[in-house]
């Protein structure tokens, strides 16, 4: 895809994964607006990357993602690009008693709002001369880590999501593109939990030179062997990560 002269939308835009994104982006010469719940940590954001605009959306509340498209096409309707990356994590035993609606909402975050921001935006971006969809999943999306398991099932999802859109739209102007991240140093799950993970910047450099190189699915490391790997070399992972997991 092309980089530059780009309105980029990246839900979930404030921390990690989506700043680095955010800053590259802006960088290529493109102008980037950055969603998430918190209003403080999208000020931050905004004081280290001077000229990127944000908006305090939960992108859980369907009637949020709705305001969201209303806004964007009042104020930005040239945007071309939308990020799915909002995200989080949730360790738990499936036997563990928790209320129903504290368990949904990492399915409500992963799952629901990428199918449903993808579905409000896709017409809107099929009116641009040039438009793309990136969808951030994981490389737990192929090796599930038990520990996390309704995240897996929901990055594995977004990843079978991610390919029957591409399908859809494959004769349109709009790209249909996949970040496989492997463990990456952010705060995902909680402060300190990811500090194994590969190097945010590092990643978001590889990453989005490969994705202004023309590639659709994009991992890094550990999660390009996963996306790329055979059943039996994905079972054999999926072991040897969970042995050193549980
Ligand atoms: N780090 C890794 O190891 C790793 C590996 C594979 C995939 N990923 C994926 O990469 C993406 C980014 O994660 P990250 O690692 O960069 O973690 P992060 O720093 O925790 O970023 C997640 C962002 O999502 C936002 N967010 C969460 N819930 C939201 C909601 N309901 N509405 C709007 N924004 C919301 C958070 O902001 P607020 O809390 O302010 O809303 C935060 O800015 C996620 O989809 C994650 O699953 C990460």
Known sequence: MNLSENTVLITGGASGIGLALAKRFQQAGSQVIVCGRRADKLREAQ??????????????????????LRWVQQEHPQLNVLVNNAGIQRRLQVADEEPWEVRQQEIAINLDAPIHLCSLFVRHLQQQPRAAIINVTSGLAFTPMAIAPVYCATKAALHSFTQSLRYQLQDTAVEVLEI????????????????????????ADSVMARLANGEQEVGFGTSEVRRLASRSELDAAMEAMNARFS
């Not at 004081?47 to 969201?68: F, Y």
Request: proline share 9%; glycine share 10%; hydrophobic share 40%.
């Open 47 to 68: 004081r280290e990357v001077p000229g990127l605009l944000t908006r305090v959306c939960d992108v859980a509340q369907p009637a949020e993602r709705e305001e969201l």
């Open 180 to 203: 496989v991240p492997p463990a990456v140093n952010t705060d995902l799950g909680g402060a300190g939990l990811h500090t194994f993970g590969a190097d945010v910047n590092e990643f």
